[in-house]
């Protein structure tokens, strides 16, 4: 099973910039488990949430033909936690961007003062030898994950720098399109 931490994206500026939500809520496991009597949201799964969204940031901007693999985190910063019922806004910053890989900063918010601030470092695995490993198919990003993000490009089309995206709940993508206002 594949986990996917973003349930929704707000922003998404192509090269630059991502910013996407996650709700916690009581009905998943890991609030139980990581603390019993205590639901909070432990801190490894922020760092993937900032993660997937940084990643979609990198994957994006080389049309997904690059499998974009989490290389290593140099910087992680908490200051407090988060718990059932509390909403996460992930912001990431696409710092630096090469053939062999990318930097993101990043930075979780709760009802907005700075939860997370996080550098996370990118790869790109070698296509010749990954595809002789793992198959030509993209494991990274699945094509449940690039048919959202198609929908996402459509609406980019738009005039405006930033652009609100496709809902994604539970994985899945929720029908249409959401529309900004005039």
């Not at 910013?19 to 993937?48: C, F, Q, T, W």
């Amino acid at each position: 099973m594949r986990w996917i931490w973003i349930d929704k994206f707000l922003e998404f500026r192509s090269g630059e910039f991502a910013r996407a939500i996650k709700n916690l809520s009581l009905a998943e496991e890991h609030l139980h488990d990581h603390y019993p009597g205590y639901p909070v949201m432990p801190a490894s799964l922020i760092i993937e949430g900032l993660a997937q969204t940084g990643g979609i940031l990198v994957g994006e901007a080389s049309n997904f033909q690059e499998k974009v693999v989490l290389a290593k985190i140099p910087k992680a910063e908490f200051h407090g936690v988060a718990c059932a019922g509390d909403q996460l806004v992930y912001e990431v910053t696409l710092t630096d961007l090469r053939a062999e890989g990318a930097v993101v900063q990043g930075k979780a918010f709760l009802q907005d003062e700075l939860l997370a601030d996080v550098e996370i470092v990118f790869a790109h695995l070698d296509n010749t030898r990954s595809n002789q490993i793992f198959g030509p198919k993209n494991f990274v990003f699945t094509q449940q994950l690039l048919n959202v993000l198609d929908l996402a490009k459509a609406r980019g089309n738009a005039s405006r720098p930033s652009t609100p995206i496709t809902e994604v709940t539970n994985g899945q993508p929720v029908d249409g399109v959401v529309t900004p206002p005039a």
